[in-house]
């Protein structure tokens, strides 16, 4: 017990300034100390977060049950020495939504002896939400009869679809990368914009 309040009060002397949420839990999964930023990420006051079991637990909507992740915990400790996740959860105060990635290992005391977990967490909601966004927008483009190419600000291709590479006759491979003005116009002639004044005009 003496080893286990040691490492207690290591451990929080270490995390209770770090910017990322941090939980420091017992075997049990239960939480025995977390720092200000983990209170924050999960709208929780100090008093309500202790005791409640990793992930932590009591969140609607989690997309893993306690249990699932109770086992994936124990498989990918024992595979790798750590478990790394993405959680989603809600709603979260004011928030309808909260998506964290994160990455449990092994707590020790002075001895070497697991006596615990510390956990890592960190908010990746909105990250979450432009990949989703852009996953719907890629399944759109890629149902279009029309040729769709997508650039960048510069007017560089990211993405377009097969319409795109039958019209213009390249792949996608061969596509991506290049400036799109340059590519359909090349060194105009007399009465075809430039492709500095198209990218201009899109502007």
Request: glycine letters at 8%.
């Amino acid at each position: 017990m003496r080893r286990a309040a040691e490492a207690l009060e290591r451990d929080s002397a270490i995390i209770r300034h770090l910017s990322d949420a941090v939980a420091v839990t017992d075997l049990e999964r239960r939480i025995v100390y977390h720092n200000p930023a983990f209170s924050r990420l999960f709208g929780l006051t100090p008093r309500d977060a202790l005791h409640r079991r990793l992930p932590p637990e009591g969140f609607a909507r989690a997309s893993m049950t306690e249990d699932a992740f109770a086992r994936q915990l124990g498989e990918q400790i024992a595979e790798r020495g750590k478990h790394a996740f993405q959680l989603e959860l809600g709603p979260v105060g004011e928030r309808e939504e909260l998506v964290v990635e994160g990455v449990i290992v092994p707590r020790r005391d002075t001895s070497g002896d697991q006596v615990g977990y510390i956990a890592v967490y960190r908010d990746v909601t909105e990250q979450t939400r432009i990949s989703r966004r852009l996953l719907r927008q890629d399944r759109i483009i890629a149902q279009l009869s029309e040729a769709v190419v997508i650039a960048d600000t510069d007017c560089v291709a990211t993405d377009c679809n097969e319409a795109a590479e039958r019209l213009l006759g390249y792949s996608r491979g061969e596509l991506i990368g290049q400036h799109i003005p340059s590519l359909l116009y090349g060194d105009p002639t007399p009465g075809y914009p430039h492709g500095d004044d198209i990218l201009a005009s899109l502007k």
